[in-house]
């Protein structure tokens, strides 16, 4: 039986950071570890105690992403829903989007075979993605 799952991370969608090198101790550190784990532990409380998505899987992701203040509410509503096609990339939103999964929806990302993402403009920001068992 194919399992399904659908998870929203509240708050405006951060890219993944490159890692970053010590200037004193020359090691090689992830910028982003913390924030890293609050997004996991999200989606551990949505995931529950349900066991890891198994075989390949499917990944359907929306970033919704802020409208900017300046904008006046007439472009505002024009605006909202439409595609949002500047900065951060999806490749980089969807990086620490992986990062945050692994080891809690999934037992490793290499497991995704398809993946479907856009970003969006909206009054709301968030991520809301759906993972499927092929």
Same mark, same amino acid.
């Given at each position: 039986?194919?399992?399904?799952?659908?998870?929203?991370?509240?708050?405006?969608?951060?890219?993944?950071?490159?890692?970053?090198?010590?200037?004193?101790?020359?090691?090689?550190?992830?910028?982003?570890?913390?924030?890293?784990?609050?997004?996991?532990?999200?989606?551990?409380?949505?995931?529950?105690?349900?066991?890891?998505?198994?075989?390949?899987?499917?990944?359907?992701?929306?970033?919704?992403?802020?409208?900017?203040?300046?904008?006046? %509410?007439?472009?505002?509503?024009?605006?909202? #829903?439409? +595609?949002? !096609?500047?900065?951060?990339? /999806?490749?980089?939103?969807?990086? &620490?989007?992986?990062?945050?999964?692994?080891?809690?929806?999934?037992?490793?990302?290499? %497991?995704?075979?398809?993946?479907?993402?856009? #970003?969006? +403009?909206? !009054?709301?920001?968030?991520? /809301?993605?759906?993972?499927?068992? &092929?």
């Amino acid at each position: 039986m194919k399992r399904s799952g659908e998870y929203t991370l509240s708050g405006e969608p951060v890219p993944s950071q490159r890692a970053r090198h010590s200037k004193t101790s020359h090691h090689v550190y992830n910028p982003q570890r913390a924030l890293q784990f609050i997004l996991s532990s999200h989606l551990q409380e949505q995931h529950k105690d349900n066991p890891f998505f198994e075989g390949p899987l499917e990944m359907t992701i929306t970033w919704y992403m802020t409208i900017p203040q300046s904008m006046s %509410q007439k472009k505002k509503d024009a605006l909202n #829903k439409k +595609y949002h !096609f500047i900065k951060p990339d /999806v490749d980089n939103l969807e990086r &620490l989007l992986l990062n945050a999964c692994t080891g809690v929806l999934f037992k490793d990302d290499c %497991q995704i075979a398809r993946i479907v993402k856009e #970003k969006v +403009y909206d !009054f709301e920001p968030r991520t /809301v993605f759906i993972i499927t068992e &092929l």
